[in-house]
């Protein structure tokens, strides 16, 4: 099954998005960063009554939220710039899957990433999406299909060749 994908910033920016909440660092980061407010604020009150710790509850989840945001913008944005199509990351690429592994033929290079060295093969309403381990995918919007049959049909084959290799 092969197919040929444009891949632009917006895509790049999609798999961030996805992936941000879901990333087990940022949720220690975030309660990290809740628990330190938290203690800080509470710490400056000589007498902690209820409201205060209703309040500085509040405000340590919004700081913590804060920093997260933050987090991600300054996450999001080298990749966003710096990203090009010269090393093969945005513009045409074709990707072909078979029991091998998935293909993938750019303008820069060429390579196999066999099934066995792939971490996992998911979906989400926008792109199909080969992990390779937890910052390197492979990436595969929806909008490179004609319908969305064809973008299911391609997401349970990667997924089937996947699991049966492993």
Not at 16 to 36: E, H, K, M
Not at 53 to 70: K, M, Q, W
Not at 137 to 158: K, M, N, V, W, Y
Request: aromatic fraction near 10%.
């Amino acid at each position: 099954m092969q197919i040929q994908v444009n891949i632009r910033r917006a895509d790049l920016a999609a798999l961030n998005l996805f992936f941000f909440p879901r990333a087990r660092g940022n949720l220690i980061f975030f309660a990290v960063i809740t628990v330190v407010i938290f203690i800080l604020m509470a710490s400056q009150e000589p007498s902690l009554s209820p409201l205060t710790l209703a309040i500085a509850l509040v405000a340590s989840l919004i700081g913590g939220l804060a920093s997260l945001v933050v987090g991600l913008l300054l996450s999001l944005l080298p990749v966003l710039v710096s990203t090009g199509s010269h090393g093969g990351v945005l513009g045409p690429h074709t990707y072909r899957i078979d029991a091998e592994g998935l293909h993938e033929v750019t303008p820069v290079n060429e390579g196999l990433q066999r099934w066995a060295g792939v971490q996992e093969v998911g979906r989400s309403k926008r792109f199909v999406y080969i992990r390779i381990n937890s910052y390197l995918f492979h990436l595969i919007p929806r909008h490179a299909f004609a319908s969305d049959r064809e973008f299911e049909e391609f997401g349970d084959a990667a997924h089937a060749f996947w699991t049966s290799a492993a």
